[in-house]
């Protein structure tokens, strides 16, 4: 008990765990669309292209956050607009952006000399360097994303499902697809501080994941995707914390070690079963 | 039937996608409640058709009325069924959640279901005859029932007009009595129904109309007027079959791909 207790004695381990919670469960959740519409490749780009924005922040003196912020809405917003009507290929649009960003950011960054502590933190994360403002800008905008998904669950499940069905009920699609676009956006920019630009992407898709082979629900699986996202925020922490590893990478591997445990043995089509299966046939 | 007021007109439109057009210049009006097959070889623009009926591709030219209105001023009376690989049948939703997006549309999207919502569909479950998968995950269905799924969404969106892509051409013979079954009721009930298929029987056997298409309105009318050699062979060209006792077979088992043109081209030298 009083391995699990002590840790939070610590004030700084008490936001990180605050911090790590709440950003499991919002990049589970709108990690859900992620998976489920195949954009795993747009959140990991968006993840990178936030770096020229933190750059420019950081050059002008300003709030990181808010330049990530900025930063990730454009990039957004700017695929959207390359691959709308087709005109190029989503993912083409994608592998335009994020190296264009990547190397802004990088050539940016690459100006300053003493930015090799805060670049280390901004790919993998400092979860433990969690202020109390910061605290409060993950929880507000947070809960501005969920009431956001909540308000628009049914368009975003009819326009993820069936885009002709959605077309015939004269939904705005392609405003209901930059909507989405931008509430990933938010949200990785929230999740950097825990998880970092590099492991961000992992918290959006590995948690879902594991949930979709659970059920067969979209609620179900949102609510399940965050419960593991929770978890893994809470069980990577405490091993960062006692193993003394950077708390991002605790983190996303304590998600993957659930994602493979789920997959191997999972009773209604793991792995393991379906195998059983096979070696004895009917 | 000419007295009442035209549910469906189409004039002297040319749909296509961006700068190439695949349908120039299609005139035609559909009455009230009828049922109307859309048929000619593949590539003929029949999907082109129907996704510029719902709204999906704009027009280069001419207009599509619904009640006397463009496209749009209605919200839910047209509903489409889709062919079964449109959609990705792994999407985590049960076979209920499916047929009641099609009452969506209806009730707005912010509230609640309606008990009149819930009726409608589970009514369209079971006029479907798959009430007894209601709470199944789509992704354990058969093909034919994936099938049955979307033909019950179509009916729980109670439509004036429903258009249907192929809905009897690689489905089981329960889903294609199926969709036979709600053709005949949606016409009891005064709904025009506009569905392609391959199935010249069927066309001329189920339907009130059939509109022959090759790239352009090769002839609309009733089955009786249409299925005559000479507009067959002008919507197929060589792959129609005449045998001796007055069967027609059309042979498109394995069309090359540069045929379609030179088919296209051919007809429009008969012209």
């Known amino acids: ?282 | 039937m000419p007295h009442l007021p035209h549910r469906l007109e189409v004039e002297n439109a040319s749909i296509g996608y961006g700068a190439k057009i695949v349908l120039r210049d299609i005139s035609f009006q559909v009455p009230n409640g009828a049922r109307v097959a859309v048929v000619g070889p593949n590539g003929a623009g029949k999907s082109t058709l129907f996704k510029a009926l719902v709204g999906l591709l704009p027009l280069h030219s001419g207009r599509i009325l619904i009640h006397g209105l463009p496209l749009g001023h209605h919200q839910d009376c047209v509903a489409y069924v889709p062919q079964r690989e449109e959609v990705d049948w792994r999407f985590p939703v049960t076979v209920r959640d499916v047929v009641m997006m099609g009452r969506y549309g209806n009730r707005g999207w912010f509230r609640r279901a309606s008990s009149a919502d819930q009726a409608a569909v589970e009514r369209a479950l079971a006029q479907m005859g798959i009430g007894g998968l209601a709470s199944q995950s789509i992704s354990d269905l058969s093909g034919g029932q994936q099938q049955r799924v979307f033909l019950a969404r179509a009916l729980a969106q109670e439509p004036h007009i429903v258009l249907m892509d192929e809905p009897f051409s690689g489905v089981d013979v329960a889903a294609q009595g199926a969709a036979l079954d709600l053709l005949d009721d949606l016409h009891e009930h005064g709904v025009t129904a506009v569905i392609s298929t391959h199935d010249l029987n069927v066309a001329s056997s189920r339907f009130d109309y059939v509109l022959l298409l090759n790239r352009r309105l090769v002839a609309f009318g009733t089955p009786g007027e249409i299925m005559r050699q000479q507009h067959l062979t002008s919507a197929y060209g060589d792959s129609l079959v005449v045998l001796e006792n007055g069967t027609v077979l059309v042979d498109e088992c394995c069309p090359p791909g540069k045929e379609q043109g030179d088919v296209a081209q051919a007809v429009h030298r008969h012209d």
């Open chain 1, 1 to 282: 008990m009083n391995l699990l207790l002590e840790p939070l004695s610590y004030a700084f381990m008490q936001r990180g765990m605050l911090a790590a919670v709440m950003v499991g469960i919002l990049c589970a959740v709108i990690g859900t669309y992620v998976v489920l519409r195949g954009m795993a490749f747009f959140g990991d780009a968006l993840a990178h292209a936030v770096l020229p924005g933190i750059a420019v922040a950081y050059l002008l003196g300003g709030d990181i956050l808010l330049g990530a912020l900025v930063a990730a809405i454009c990039v957004a917003l700017a695929i959207g607009f390359l691959s709308r009507q087709g005109a190029v290929k989503e993912d083409t649009a994608i592998g335009i952006m994020f190296a264009a960003a990547l190397s802004l950011g990088v050539a940016l960054i690459s100006t300053v000399k003493t930015y090799a502590v805060d670049l280390t933190h901004i790919l993998f994360g400092n979860v433990l360097g969690v202020s109390t403002f910061d605290l409060w800008l993950i929880g507000i905008i947070g809960l501005g994303i969920l009431l956001t998904v909540a308000l628009l669950y049914r368009p975003f499940l009819v326009v993820s499902f069936d885009p002709v069905l959605a077309a015939t009920l004269r939904l705005p699609a392609e405003l209901l697809r930059n909507v989405l676009l931008v509430l990933i956006a938010l949200t990785v920019v929230v999740s950097l501080q825990t998880v970092g630009v590099g492991l961000v992407s992992a918290l959006l898709i590995t948690p879902p994941a594991t949930a979709s082979l659970l059920t067969r629900r979209l609620f179900p699986m949102m609510l399940l995707s965050a419960a593991i996202g929770a978890l893994s925020g809470i069980v990577g922490l405490y091993i960062s914390f006692y193993a003394n590893i950077v708390s991002g990478s605790a983190i996303v591997l304590t998600a993957t070690m659930i994602f493979l445990l789920v997959f191997l043995f999972n009773p209604r089509q793991g792995f393991l079963r379906r195998h059983a299966a096979e070696a004895t046939p009917a």
